[in-house]
Each structure stands twice: as structure tokens, then as C-alpha cells.
């Protein structure tokens, strides 16, 4: 299984997150904690279940802050996604989640989208707001722009939101205009 480990930083606040990547011939595996300072800072950790396609079939999140210890479980079911074991009708269709404070959500949607210059991918997410909690249905694209360079467009929740991404050659975010930048720790 080989093993990697990501940093970002926050370029809009004050925050940073650490993931430790595992991919396997059985599926990947991810763990993270973000600390951030937003919405009267929180703690988040972060834990993922992908295939080998690089498709989610499970998130859990821990939040911690001000107002005491929460947790959502996210998993992928036949025809959507069960949220804390409930089904949810609401996301049915949507093809990937994608937590509000951490970069990694975008890599399994990059992955996807083909090398050719100009061509989009176009999904509906199950978008976890992380200092909330909460789960909401939006759409987003991604527009291929050059080898390492992609175009994120929000068609959802946030629409009207677009920003540059650079990606290194595995789809991971080196940097996201506006949002997050990976940083290597000194030695």
C-alpha cells in the first residue's frame, strides 16, 4: 500500500489541514484534521473510503468546537447516499460529496475529467457544510484547461463562484485560487 501525506493551508483565513493518503489494491483510504479559525474555529477530522476508481463510498466527520462534538456518516447507497443511516432521497444522483474546508473533494472529480484541453465535467454533490454538519445537494464543473490546470465552475450553492486550480500529476490540488495552497513542512 503506498502512503502519502498532504498540507494545506487556508489563503482566506486562518487554517490548516494535514491528510494521510493509503492506496491499496483494495480502495483508498484518507484521514485528515483540519483546524480553522472560521466560524469561531473548529476542529474537524476527516475520514474516507473510496474504491479503485477513486469513487467515495464513505465520509465521516468529527467537528469539534465551541458548542461540543458533532458527527455526520455519509455513506454511498444503491441509488444515493444514506446520511447518519438515513436515506436521502434528496441526493439521489449525486455523483460524489464534497466537504466545504478541505481540498482533497476535488481530486476523485479530476480524475474523471478527460486530458483534452476544453472538455468539462459536470456533477451534482452531496456538499457537506463541515463547521455546520449539514447536507445539501449542488452541482459543480470542472473544465479542463492544460495538463495540471482545471477550472472550477459552481453551478449550485455557491454559484458564481469559479476559481483556478492547479493539480499535480495524481489530480491532488497544489493550489486553488482563493481557497487553499499545499504547503510542504520544514524539516
Request: aromatic residues 8%.
Amino acid at each position: 500500500m503506498a502512503k502519502s501525506e498532504f498540507f494545506w493551508r487556508r489563503t482566506d483565513l486562518h487554517g490548516l489541514e494535514r491528510l494521510e493518503l493509503s492506496v491499496g489494491i483494495g480502495g483508498i483510504e484518507a484521514s485528515a484534521t483540519t483546524v480553522c479559525l472560521e466560524a469561531g474555529g473548529f476542529r474537524l477530522d476527516h475520514r474516507w473510503r473510496l474504491d479503485t476508481e477513486w469513487r467515495v463510498q464513505s465520509a465521516v466527520v468529527e467537528r469539534w468546537n465551541a458548542n461540543g462534538h458533532g458527527i455526520l456518516r455519509l455513506e454511498r447507497s444503491a441509488s444515493g447516499w444514506r446520511v447518519d443511516g438515513e436515506a436521502r432521497a434528496d441526493l439521489d444522483g449525486a455523483e460524489e460529496p464534497d466537504l466545504s474546508v478541505t481540498p482533497f473533494c476535488n481530486t476523485p472529480p479530476i480524475r474523471r475529467l478527460p486530458q483534452t484541453v476544453g472538455a468539462r465535467y459536470t456533477l451534482d454533490t452531496a456538499f457537506i457544510d463541515g463547521p455546520a454538519l449539514t447536507v445539501a445537494r449542488s452541482r459543480q464543473q470542472y473544465v479542463r484547461q492544460g495538463p495540471r490546470h482545471v477550472r472550477y465552475v459552481d453551478l449550485g450553492l455557491s454559484s458564481g463562484f469559479e476559481a483556478d486550480l492547479v493539480v499535480d500529476a495524481d489530480g491532488m490540488v497544489i493550489s486553488y485560487e482563493h481557497l487553499f495552497e499545499r504547503v510542504t513542512p520544514s524539516s
